[in-house]
């Protein structure tokens, strides 16, 4: 949904940085859906993910003083989500409840997807079913990138990884990915091309 | 088949244009995908394949109105403005901490010390009253010398050569008492708890201020002389006062007591180092001269002893004063110095009187 690319975010941020509120308020404005589906996976509370977007830009219009150090507000927000929220919802969780819930970190269901020309019921349904297979982790990279189209740099700082880390983790959750959703397939299927990441099983084939 | 590059499919997925070129967002170039596809006729699978694995992540954007973005937009910024204002009042009060912080640790400090001051003072002075009370100090003025004592009241006392004043360390609220042997000038600091000076005499009762006494052991009247005030002598009972200008004579073997008007400055003049004597004996000026210059006296004639004198000596050396008694009577003086002996000792001059 996203149409501004991320000058146009740092075009808000500067505007903000030299006091002008508005642009500020238009920035929660194009950024709150994202934070807000980012924030859902990792913790499905709504209420709780709403509370804490707009904890950060209270904060942010309160605290000019700390405005003037975030240069990339884009990952700052991102971290900042991430820390809060889940600072937030261990102290609603027993820890038993947390141990289970960081597996349940960015779970899918078929209806986080978009059903359009692009992606076929099945596929969809495959990649549901594949993305279980990913660890929470995997599936957060994923995320960040295609969702978010944030770059590796930014990923990194989220996650709290090295950049390399971070592209490690994205190419083998896309391999492992491509695995899963291959599993029962028959090569006519794959000549049809509805079955994404063939290209995978070939290179195997070749190598 | 040619090997399926990962390489370039990594790079395009790694190429943040090509995933919003890919999910057919608007970017700057759209022209730039179709024509680096074109460019790149033997990875067009390769291509194919990223733009496929972008468009099936198209994930769905969670439903929620512009009208409830905007609500929470306007609740977070009201908070901001009530935020601000708490954060203001708490930067403030921090503030406030910080400069009673500050302020306090000299309290502290000054509190401190003032009570632990006190204290001390508190525990010296019952320490001393208590304790020290019979260890009475004694100030010498030894043969030859003068001497000035401040007293713990206050009280001046000059100590004429050959003197001793004795008195205890803190005066006790009954009284201030000190004992006195010897020649003495007082200037007594007026309170009202009374000062008495207890000498060979009777005691003296000091009522006013400033008044000289003589009372030498060796010496066989004691006499008082009030300058200032009002002083009383008191014997077995009986007091008798004294007005300024006022001398009293006591007999110390016949205990008799009489009071005459006389020129005080004969009596206060030892001082400044003056000495006058008006129908004195030579015994009594040889004592005063004992006193004053530490030397012995041997008479060859007894009676010689008896013979009045009138002089007044001041500052002078003790052969310009033997010069002045030879002068005004036939007498010689034979003055041999004092020294040191082998042992360090000092061996008293001695005046042979012919």
Known sequence: ?207 | MRQFSENTFESLVADTQFIRWAKGEQVADSQKWEEWKKNHSDKTREFDEACKAVRMFSFATPAISDLEVDYLKQKAFDRSKKQRNTLGTVVWMRRLTRVAAVLFIPLLLFTTWTLLDKKQLETTYSSLVENRMDEEISVVAPIGTRTIVDLPDGSKVWLNAGSQLTYPPIFANNGRTVHLEGEAFFEVSKDETPFNVENFGPTIKVYGTEFNVNAYEEEEVVTVALVEGSVSLAKSGGELFLEPGEVSFFDKSSETIHVERKNLEHFLCWREGKFIFRDASLNSILRVLQRQYNVEFELSNPQLGSYPYNATFQNESLEQIFQLLELSAPIQFDYTKGYLNKDGAYVKGKVRIK
């Open chain 1, 1 to 207: 949904m996203t149409t501004q690319n991320k000058n146009w975010d740092n075009s808000l941020w500067n505007k903000f940085q030299q006091g002008d509120n508005d642009a500020l308020g238009e920035l929660f404005q194009e950024r709150f859906r994202e934070l807000y589906f980012y924030g859902l996976k990792l913790v499905p509370v709504a209420e709780l993910v709403k509370d804490t977007i707009q904890d950060l830009f209270t904060d942010l219009w309160s605290r000019k003083e700390k405005v003037k150090e975030i240069a990339n507000i884009n990952a700052y927000l991102m971290v900042s989500l991430r820390r809060e929220l889940l600072r937030r919802a261990s102290k609603i969780r027993t820890q038993t409840d947390l141990d289970e819930a960081s597996s349940q970190y960015f779970t899918f269901s078929s209806e986080d997807f978009i059903i359009g020309s692009e992606t076929e019921l099945e596929t969809r349904n495959k990649l549901v079913a594949g993305l279980r297979h990913l660890t929470s982790r995997q599936r957060e990279v994923i995320v960040l990138r295609f969702k978010h189209e944030m770059e590796f740099k930014e990923i990194a700082q989220v996650m709290d990884l090295n950049v390399q880390s971070v592209r490690n983790l994205l190419f083998r959750a896309l391999e492992k990915l491509r695995e899963e959703m291959n599993v029962g397939d028959s090569v006519d299927k794959q000549d049809v091309g509805l079955v994404l990441f063939a290209f995978f099983k070939e290179k195997i084939k070749f190598s």
